[in-house]
């Protein structure tokens, strides 16, 4: 007898690069960053999500961290499987009698593989699912901003999250145009270490990148509110020694300057692959950003000066897509767009 003969029986799942989030009746209950703690030795979980990331880039010989998705697709079966167990675990359960089926629809990136859709589906089934359905990133982030997908109207959305950047253009309940590239946050933070690096000496970990990032990360190098300067500390090059620098919004637009180029670029070749009918309408609605890296600074406003069009970043970005995906298990029924 499994956990779930406890609980309710239909949940939602955003399996993120970063962030895994669980939506059950309504409500996100469980929002974790996707890691988990292992030790090497008894090959055994010893944690998950926040509780595994605290650990991260401070483990010893003895336990390793894991982020079981890479570009948004599953890395390591064994490590996502054991991730999405826990979490299910960690869902308030409320005692039952009845063991039912468990229902699960679950978000993948629209670029994935026939393989990699069938190793997301076996890691839900051995963790537990009875019936489970996938949905396409896009189409979560769309119904989750509350645009009407079945309408026939074009809408573009870009979902920047950890791992991949999605662009697609929606109407119908499908998906036009459709451009995946795995160049997303990580990307970022990747940036800012090899900066500092080379700017300054000074070697960081991923999670200190991380707060750079959220703390003076920038798109463009004149903002109309700048964030204060921001103290990095890390470990310097030459002398070993632990050290202290001051970096500013603008040095962290330059690091990512080109990755960003990049993101803009598919921009522009979704746009280039959009039927005319839909590019009109885009041309009056403009453009939806979700994804955790749809809040960097100022980058609304460039993909506007690139694109000429309005762009808009959602409302709580970072769960758009969960709350889609949530909306999406309510209608199983009428979504014809979800794959069983
Ligand atoms: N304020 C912020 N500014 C810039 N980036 C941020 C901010 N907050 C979070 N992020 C970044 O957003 C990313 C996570 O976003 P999200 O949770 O949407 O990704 P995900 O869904 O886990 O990944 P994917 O969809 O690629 O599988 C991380 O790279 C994180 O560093
Ligand atoms: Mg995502």
Redesign the pocket.
């Known amino acids: 007898m499994g956990f779930f003969d406890f609980m309710t029986q239909e949940i939602a799942i955003?399996?993120?690069?970063?962030?895994?989030l669980i939506i059950h009746n309504d409500k996100v209950v469980v929002d974790e960053p996707?890691i988990v703690a292992k030790d090497i030795i008894l090959n055994k979980v010893v944690a998950i999500g926040k509780k595994a990331q605290q650990m991260h880039g401070k483990t010893h010989k003895t336990i390793e961290t894991i982020r079981p998705?890479k570009?948004?697709v599953i890395a390591d079966f064994s490590a996502a499987e054991q991730m999405i167990r826990g979490m299910i675990k960690m869902i308030p359960r409320r005692k039952s009698i009845f063991s039912p089926a468990l229902k699960m629809v679950i978000c993948i990136?629209s670029g994935i593989t026939e393989v990699e859709k069938r190793a997301v589906k076996d890691s839900a089934e051995h963790a537990g699912a009875k019936e489970v359905f996938l949905i396409h990133?896009p189409m979560a982030a769309a119904i989750g901003i509350g645009v009407d997908v079945l309408e026939p109207k074009g809408n573009m959305i870009i979902?920047?999250?950890?791992?991949?950047?999605?662009i697609a253009v929606i109407s119908l309940g499908g998906i036009v145009t459709d451009k995946s590239i795995r160049v997303?946050?990580?990307n970022?933070?990747t940036d800012i270490r090899i900066y500092m690096r080379n700017h300054h000496n000074i070697d960081i970990g991923e999670r200190m990148a991380?707060k750079i990032?959220?703390n003076v990360?920038a798109a463009l190098q004149e903002l109309e509110e700048p964030p204060a300067n921001f103290a990095v500390h890390g470990r310097d090059l030459m002398s070993g020694i632990p050290k202290e620098i001051i970096v500013t919004y603008k040095e962290i637009a330059r690091a990512l300057d080109q990755t960003i180029s990049q993101i803009e670029q598919a921009v522009l070749a979704a746009l280039g692959q959009t039927p005319p009918e839909l590019s009109a309408d885009i041309y009056n609605t403009g453009i939806y950003l979700?994804?955790?890296?749809s809040?960097?600074?100022g980058l609304d406003k460039r993909i506007s000066l690139k694109t000429k069009l309005p762009v808009y970043v959602a409302e709580d970005?970072?769960r758009a897509?969960a709350r889609g995906t949530g909306i999406a298990l309510k209608n199983t029924e009428n979504f014809p767009f979800l794959i069983r």
Request: glycine fraction near 24%; charge should be negative.
């Open positions: 955003d399996l993120g690069t970063a962030n895994t996707s998705l570009d948004g990136p990133e979902d920047i999250g950890g791992g991949t950047s999605e997303a946050g990580d970022f933070t991380e990032k959220i990360g979700t994804g955790g890296g809040m960097l600074r970005p970072l897509v």
